[in-house]
């Protein structure tokens, strides 16, 4: 069973206790293979998938020896117009430092009836983003749909009338010509 709001051990909301990050990171990764991967392959599909596509190799980075999570489990209720780039918010991160831009990849495992739409905004800068000329992506998702975009740029996630899970994670290419995926 998946308790509510006890997951999402994203790097940026443990940045300033990397440790806690490193003993979740591990404790959700045995989870992770015992349960929800023990019956499907959906992170090798969908790796496979991007160095197919892209013609580039993954690299999965660490940190002080440790290794970044691949993927977590995120129960959203809704999401605040925020944008995901990890070099602007940790510029220290060596790991980051030549990351070119950030993508998120989010597999849709339960959705809301009603609402719970995904919107990305053409542009990474807040203060245009009440422009009415802007043109939206609207995303609604249907239930193991694997929804790709530019987290970069500005994106938020409307309520809906119950909940939302998702198995997430973010990825973007480097300067060498590699990818990175880590949450
Ligand atoms: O759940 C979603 O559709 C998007 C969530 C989000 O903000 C992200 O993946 O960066
Ligand atoms: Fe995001």
Redesign the pocket.
Known sequence: MIQRGNWDQIFFRYRFDRSKYAELTQKYATIFSNYLFSDTNMFSKLTQLIEHHTGSKIHYPSLDDKPFAKCTI?D?AS?PL?R?WLPGECPDLESHKDLIDQF?W?IYLQLPDNGGE?IVYPTSDRSIANDPNLEKAF?K?SLGDL?LFR?SNI?E?LPGTSRRL?V?GFFGPKRDGTILFWV
């Open positions: 995120r959203l999401a925020h995901d998120a989010n995904t995303i998702p929804v987290s994106h996630v998702t997430s």
